[in-house]
């Protein structure tokens, strides 16, 4: 809305000036000369307003979904006996590598956000609601 009002009040200046125009063309809102005479920004926000409504939308489901994760990520670094009834998948390899049990207990609870990251919302609940604790 300012990108197009800026140079129309500058313009508007000018023919002000030149005596081209009246006084009150050049007091005109930001809100006015968008209802009355939208410039080519607002003409282009109009035209893929939908657009941009589904990124905003999708932008907040995915802020929504890493805030979830990141709960879950909390929570079990907290209480990570809730993936006793889980059977995680944990190679030799893996144990190996390890130095401390923390840092296996950290291993388990990234690959388990990652997987319930990538499932989506469904899943998410599902793995909610199969938990004895919540």
């Keep these: 809305m300012i990108g197009d009002y800026i140079p129309y009040h500058a313009k508007k200046t000018l023919e002000l000036a030149d ?3 009246t006084e009150s063309e050049v007091a005109k809102s930001p809100e006015e000369l968008m209802q009355t005479k939208p410039g080519n920004r607002v003409k282009k926000l109009r035209k893929h307003s939908q657009e941009f409504i589904e990124m905003i939308y999708s932008r907040q489901v995915d802020n929504f979904q890493t805030y979830i994760v990141n709960l879950v990520r909390e929570i079990l670094k907290v209480q990570p006996n809730i993936l006793h009834n889980n059977h ?4 030799i ?3 190996l590598e390890v130095e401390s049990k923390d840092e296996l207990i950290n291993e388990v609870i990234e690959n388990k956000v990652s997987s319930l990251a990538n499932k989506g919302f469904g899943h998410i609940e599902e793995w909610c609601k199969a938990l004895e604790y919540l």
Excluded: E, K, Y
Excluded at 88 to 91: G, N, R, V
């Design 93 to 95: 390899a893996q144990l």
């Design 88 to 91: 995680p998948h944990i190679s």
């Design 19 to 21: 005596d081209l125009v």
